[in-house]
């Protein structure tokens, strides 16, 4: 089955109301903006990192003194180079499992209309400071704070009661065919011969392992031909 555009339902892409004519706004997107997973099952990597983050959020529904699996820890640690997916992640599995994501920029007045609902706030490369205000607030939301790099040595005594999930971005095989299947869904005319398979798989490795890289790369490059 080939990858399916992002509907108006996809919440990280606005689009028109589905029309049978291709609009000039969709032509116009990125390919990186187009194949932006929709759900977990369209995610390319990172499988057990996944499995360990959907148990953690899971283990909020239920009473503390009976939740085993990281009981102490509202706090978990994302980190992995860009286009590893794991923010996208965070975001689709905190939205599969109820909750709702805020921002460490969230308002007071939308913060104060949360309460009594399941949220979990996303913090992007929080600060030594930062994080150890996040340990001593008496909330019991979860907060997924998101590194590029692995957390440095000086964050360790923070971090011994956190889930720390570390993301890779996704190897050559379980790229390439997701890309091969991209040029198949975009090209009026796909010739997906050796040649094809051989430039999608040398992008991707060019670009080191980007997906968003190569996926516009590739748009760039075959749109044109076209």
Known sequence: EN??????????????????????????????????????????ANESEISRLRR?????????????????SRIAIVSGPSSSGKLTSVRLLSSEEGFEVISEKTDLVRRSLLRGKRYIEIVDEPSSSVLKKLFE???????????????????????KNCLELRFSQPSKYEAVPFLLKVVESELAN???GHQITELVA?????????????????????????
């Open 3 to 44: 990858p399916k555009r992002v509907s108006d339902q996809n919440p990280f892409v606005c689009e028109p109301e589905p029309s049978t004519k291709e609009t000039p706004i969709v032509k116009n997107l990125l390919w990186s903006q187009v194949y932006i997973p929709r759900n977990s099952s369209e995610l390319l």
């Open 56 to 72: 953690w959020l899971r283990g909020f529904a239920q009473p503390l003194s009976s939740s085993k699996l990281f009981q102490r």
């Open 137 to 159: 607030e008496s909330s019991s939301h979860p907060v997924v704070c998101v590194f590029r790099a692995k957390p440095e040595h000086h964050f360790k005594p923070l971090l």
């Open 190 to 192: 796909p010739n997906l």
């Open 202 to 226: 040398s992008t991707f490795e060019s670009n080191q392992r980007d997906l968003r890289k190569t996926l516009n790369e590739l748009q760039f490059w075959l749109q044109g031909d076209s």
